[in-house]
Structure formats: C-alpha cells, structure tokens
C-alpha cells in the first residue's frame, strides 16, 4: 500500500473512485438520472479542476495498491475559524473498507494539518442517510454537530451531517496501532 499525494494524472480514477463511492452509498439522495448519467463526468470536472489549478490550503493524497487507487482524501486547511479543516472528500473502494484505508487517509491528512494549521480542529460533512460512514466517524472519535439541508452537490437538497474533531492530533494513527494499514 502506498499513500502520496495526488498529481494531476490522478484526477480520472480519483473521479471515477468518487462517483461509484456517490451510486453506492448515495442512492435515493440524489436521482438515479443524476448518479448514472452526470455524476462522472460532474466529478471529473472537479477533480481536472483541483489538481490542475490547487486551492490555497489544499492536500490532497490518494491511497494507492498495486498501481490502482483505492481511496483518497481532499482537505482544505484552515477552512473554518471555529472548525478548522474540512476533510471535503474521503472515500475508499468498497472491496477495502474495513481494512484501515480510511482511517490512515484521515491519520495523514491529521499529521500534516497538526503540523500546518492555524486553527487545530477538523470537521466533514456526510450525507444523513449514509450509515456506514456515520459508524466509522464515530469510531474515530467525531462528535456529531448538526443536521442542516445542503445543494451544494447533486442535483436535489440533501440533509447533511457535521462531525468535528476539536483537538486534531486525536486523529494522527500511530504506525504501530494495529488499525492502521502501513
């Protein structure tokens, strides 16, 4: 397993890692027209956009297993006065949940923010109706905020979820916890 920075090459299969991650777990918020039809190519976009032409603040780093990319995370540093980070993106390939793929995708994104922000807390949103990725939030220690309606993606409003982690360093996996994948 490799974890690195994503590079601009990155962009197709981060897109398409995305835009099944969105069809599974995502199926009922948004329209099947918009999941099977746009989702991709709205991804794509995005992800030409993020790594051609990075935001201030950015990282951005894919997990990475014999050549394929099985997980990435996008954080934008200092989003937030009161929350910090945003941890915008977090989404591993289903064949490798549950084997510490995302858990070290969040522990990286962590170490370099400890390292690098101003403001030492993290936060996401999740989609209310995602279950599974409410489960391993909470596993990792993210208090649940709020539940607000959100457009900001898709093609209808969504009820989301804001989970924070107030001290960052909390989230930095040791190499020898047994969770973490090495």
Partial sequence: MVYRPAVADDALAIAHLHAKSWQENYRGAFSDRYLDGEALNDRQEVWADRLRDPLEGQVVLVAEYKGKIIGFACAFMDYDPLFGTLLDNLHVSREVQGKGVGRQLMSRV?????????????????????????????????????????????????????????????????????????
């Avoid at 989609?127 to 539940?147: D, I, P, R, S, V």
């Avoid at 804001?162 to 047994?178: A, F, G, M, Q, T």
Wanted: net charge negative; glycine share 10%.
């Fill in 110 to 182: 962590a170490g370099i923010c400890s390292d690098q922000c101003l403001k030492q807390g993290l936060f996401l949103w999740v989609l209310q109706q995602n279950e599974a990725a409410h489960g391993f939030y909470k596993a990792c220690g993210g208090e649940e905020m709020e539940t607000v309606e959100g457009c900001d993606i898709g093609d209808r409003p969504i009820m989301k979820v804001r989970y924070h982690w107030p001290e960052i360093k909390s989230l930095v996996v040791r190499s020898s916890d047994k969770n973490g994948v090495k």
